[in-house]
């Protein structure tokens, strides 16, 4: 692969793996947020996950990644990401996102949704709904011409307009043979940074994670589960997607 600055140029051969694995992993999200629902143990996720992996013929890319114990990141409320799925049971009014990476003829794929489970609070509905739109517009900036921190900013201004805060600690990646490869992805633009010029070829998985309070973080005793310091909610969403000489190409889509 050619590299820019230290981030790998795909061509359209490893583009095509990445879709697929992309693809894939949209799929696995599909299934998994068609069994969201109250009285559900989030263990259920993990073991339908790895049954669905082995379906497909892809490796769960979480599953031993610098240690981490399960195939994906099962994350409830006030948990931002890293969650371990167990034997709690899914209650009417919780908000879960679920963050899935796959790996394809050593590609890898990564992506992640927040789910309502039953009805949920207008204030945590719009919590999702606001991360989501986030991630869309962070992504119409993803183009050559562009710098890195139109996508960061995009992404912070929206989140930030809405009252809501930006997660610092945590960053999207690029991505290809490597689940994270450079360069790191903010959701937001950090002071002095003079980003980064995008070029046709990389591959970037983007992902806010955004908050009902404070941006502030805590680790629990698991030492991976991040939760909100004010313990208030929080959503995330990521797709993994192209630069292309004609724009963003989204790659996480089951379609």
Not at 25 to 30: H, K, M, N, P, T
Not at 103 to 124: L, W
Not at 229 to 249: M, N, Q, W, Y
């Amino acid at each position: 692969m050619k590299k820019y600055r230290g981030v790998f140029l795909k061509n359209e051969k490893e583009i095509g793996l990445l879709r697929e694995a992309n693809r894939i992993g949209a799929i696995i999200l599909d299934v998994l947020g068609e069994h969201v629902r109250p009285g559900v143990k989030t263990i259920f996720f993990h073991e339908l996950t790895m049954n669905l992996c082995k379906q497909f013929n892809v490796k769960p890319a979480f599953l031993g990644l610098y240690g981490f114990p399960y195939s994906l990141c099962c994350s409830i409320n006030e948990e931002i990401v890293h969650g371990f799925p167990s034997d709690r049971e899914l209650k009417e009014g919780d908000i879960v996102s679920f963050d899935v990476g796959v790996c394809y003829e050593g590609f890898y794929g990564d992506n992640a949704r927040t789910f309502a489970v039953g009805a949920v609070s207008e204030n945590a509905q719009k919590l999702i709904d606001v991360t989501r739109e986030s991630l869309m517009l962070g992504i119409e900036q993803a183009r050559p011409g562009n710098n890195l921190n139109d996508v960061s900013r995009a992404i912070q201004e929206h989140a930030e307009s809405h009252g809501f805060g930006i997660v610092r600690r945590f960053v999207g990646h690029g991505i290809g043979r490597k689940l994270h490869e450079k360069p790191e992805v903010p959701n937001f633009v950090p002071q002095g940074s003079a980003g980064l010029p995008l070029k046709a070829g990389m591959v970037i998985a983007i992902e806010p994670m955004v908050t009902e309070g404070s941006y502030d973080v805590d680790i629990l005793d698991d030492k991976w589960t991040a939760v909100t310091k004010d313990r208030k909610l929080s959503a995330h969403f990521e797709h993994s997607i192209a630069i292309t000489s004609d724009g963003p190409v989204i790659l996480s889509l089951s379609d």
